[in-house]
């Protein structure tokens, strides 16, 4: 990797809307310690992905932060790391 080139920030997380054309809804989960009680809790946070792949809802997928594609884009399906049981 040249100097000027960044590696594109990359997220796993589940497709749980495919109903867009070329856009699915990628929820990502993390689980941080609560500031005052100490207890773990889960966190999650939705983004749109640009979806050449073909993923359904249900999928593992990988997501990769890109230049802004529209209002809310900013992320492109990188790979599916597993598929939906169906």
Do not use: F, Y
């Not at 590696?7 to 054309?21: P, W, Y």
């Not at 990628?26 to 640009?50: D, M, N």
């Amino acid at each position: 990797m040249s100097d000027n080139q960044k590696q594109a920030r990359t997220l796993e997380g589940r497709v749980i809307s495919n109903k867009m054309e070329k856009t699915v809804t990628v929820l990502i989960e993390r689980q941080v310690q609560h500031p005052l009680l100490g207890k773990i809790v889960r966190r999650s946070t939705k983004l749109h992905a640009q979806d050449d792949l073909g993923a359904n809802e249900g999928d593992v997928v990988r997501i990769a932060e890109c230049r802004p594609l529209s209002k809310t884009k900013h992320h492109r399906v990188v790979e599916i790391v597993t598929r939906a049981e169906a």
